[in-house]
């Protein structure tokens, strides 16, 4: 081990006497690279990206195609313009472009997804040093700046899945359809019960992806699935999601109800939205999240708080996008308050 | 320095907005437009200058212990002053910006020249100092007014120019925000082309 670490470059070390050479510690290489994470987590999206271009047709995959060239372009430009190395190829950009046309509904305008990426990648990443170190997820200020300059488009834009099919493309602009948060907070269960029949369909639909959403809230399964994926690969962890998950599934239970403490329905919230995709995709993120396990139990339970707070009593249907960014900005506080115990307590001062 | 020199400063080299970086509340709070800017960036003229001057005035007078009381008073006496007389002539006009009109008596920048400049000079720099500073604010306002008129609304001096709003966010405090720090790195890079960019004493509020 150490042996890529601590040589110098230059590769005289088999000709020249051996030298022993300090290096700083860690010296242990998992074998790991970003662009491995990366691509596996690309990987882990692709069940739920096909799952939605056959929901939405074309025009899913025009957007997602957008979304990706144009934070990648966007990203070399500037790792050209401040004369950084380019390392486009990490595919980090990629992620945040993905990630972006999913949290976007689907039959926006394609002319803003290039501006949402120039202020998620240049602005937010870019600008303050690269990948590494953003405060803010890039994609979701991509997607907060998209609904302060495009309100109306950003939450009329959503269409019923496989309209496309039984209308022709192209019809599918004229119709906009209702999110089931949208109804959820415009008409209560009632109005939700009354557009998807019985309980058990809504659950269906939500779990299936049948309902009018972006393409990070539509097959709430397969999502789940590719967040799994990586539990299992060991690229996340568990404490964020599950904190996440947990806090809006009680806080639903217990206020979400109409009729009193304790009548909320927690599955309904838990397949709605993005809370899935944010719980595995977001609230995990290197960069923007705690690091230590204790630092990211408490940025979950703290998303969680807010989602929940913003989908109940909240002016938007939808908070999960909203809930992480403000945790983003607390991440440094959590790194302080959790950081772990030095070995050795520093030398006090003589008194 | 000279009169000329002194107005240069404060537009430019120890610009309040982009270089002290002071009073840079109402610099997002009224910047949507270029003509909000410009009014306020009036008023701030007037009160800087006759506060200067005032200051420069009674500096063998006052006591150092008291000094910011004093100066306060003298402020908020030229507030009241700018106060009064746009509201009675430009009665228009003052209704778009009469609350900034009156919190120019906490405006960090007014306070700090008394304090940094006209209580240790005589009448002349002062007030050439103040209107320099004055100018400068003017200028660091109708800047941002500029751009986030033209990118949130689509107009310049209420001339629509685009004919579309092609970026809300830039008429929310947000874009605000976004503009001044923009404005500031491009500011300050071509102050550095220019030679004038060596850092000024800096401020906070």
Redesign the interface.
């Known amino acids: 081990m150490a042996e890529s670490n601590t040589r110098s470059p230059g590769g005289e070390q088999k000709t020249a006497p051996p030298v022993l050479t300090v290096g700083i510690s860690p010296h242990i290489h998992s074998g790991r690279t970003t662009a491995g994470i990366m691509w596996t987590v690309v990987l882990s999206l692709a069940p739920a990206l096909a799952a939605n271009i056959f929901f939405f047709g074309t025009r899913a995959a025009a957007l997602l195609l957008v979304s990706v060239l144009s934070c990648v372009c966007i990203e070399a430009v500037c790792q050209k313009l401040f004369r950084r190395p380019i390392r486009v190829r990490d595919g980090s950009a990629v992620i945040t472009g993905i990630l972006l046309a999913m949290i976007t509904p689907p039959s926006v305008p394609l002319y803003i997804m290039p501006?949402a990426a120039l202020m998620a990648i240049f602005?937010v990443k870019e600008l303050v040093g690269g990948l590494g170190f953003n405060v803010f997820n890039p994609a979701l200020v991509g997607r907060a700046?998209l609904m302060?300059?495009?309100?109306v488009a950003m939450t009329t834009a959503y269409v019923d899945p496989l309209s496309w099919l039984e209308a022709g493309s192209g019809a599918a602009d004229a119709v906009s359809a209702a999110t089931p948060l949208t109804l959820l907070k415009h008409g209560g269960m009632d109005a939700v019960l009354q557009h998807y029949g019985s309980g058990l369909r809504i659950y269906s639909s939500l779990a299936l992806g049948l309902h009018p959403g972006s393409m990070g809230e539509t097959p709430a399964l397969l999502i789940a699935l590719g967040g799994i994926f990586l539990l299992f690969r060991g690229i996340i962890t568990w404490h964020a999601p599950a904190a996440m998950l947990v806090t809006v599934a009680v806080l639903t239970w217990i206020f979400g109800g109409e009729s009193g403490l304790g009548s909320g329905d927690p599955l309904f919230h838990l397949l709605n939205g993005g809370l899935i995709l944010g719980a595995f995709y977001m609230a995990t993120d290197y960069v923007t999240s705690p690091s230590t396990p204790k630092g990211k139990l408490a940025f979950g339970l703290g998303v969680g708080l807010l989602t929940a707070l913003i989908r109940l009593k909240g002016g938007y249907p939808e908070g999960v996008a909203y809930a992480i960014l403000l945790m983003n900005a607390l991440t440094p506080c959590f790194e302080r308050w959790f950081a772990p115990k030095r070995f050795a307590e520093p030398l006090k001062a003589k008194a | 320095m000279s009169g000329f020199q002194l107005i240069v400063r404060g537009l430019l080299a120890e610009n309040p907005v982009f270089r002290l970086a002071l009073s840079m509340c109402p610099a997002v709070a009224v910047t949507t437009n270029v003509k909000n800017g410009f009014l306020l960036g009036c008023a701030v003229v007037f009160v800087q200058v006759m506060s200067n001057l005032t200051a420069s005035a009674l500096r063998q007078f006052v006591h150092q212990r008291v000094r910011v009381v004093i100066y306060t008073i003298i402020i908020a006496t030229w507030v009241s002053a700018i106060d009064m007389i746009m509201g009675a002539y430009l009665p228009d006009l003052y209704d778009q910006v009469s609350l900034y009109i009156k919190l120019i008596v906490v405006f960090a920048i007014i306070i700090s020249r008394m304090e940094l400049f006209a209580s240790k000079n005589p009448l002349i720099p002062s007030l050439f100092d103040g209107l320099g500073m004055g100018l400068g604010f003017m200028f660091g306002l109708m800047m941002i007014g500029a751009v986030r008129e033209l990118l949130g609304s689509g107009q310049l001096l209420g001339f629509d120019l685009l004919g579309t709003k092609p970026l809300l966010i830039m008429i929310l405090p947000a874009g605000g925000f976004f503009v001044i720090g923009f404005l500031m790195a491009i500011f300050n890079t071509v102050l550095k082309k220019l030679g004038l960019g060596a850092p000024p004493a800096g401020g906070h509020h």
């Open positions: 501006l602005v700046f302060a300059c495009f309100p």
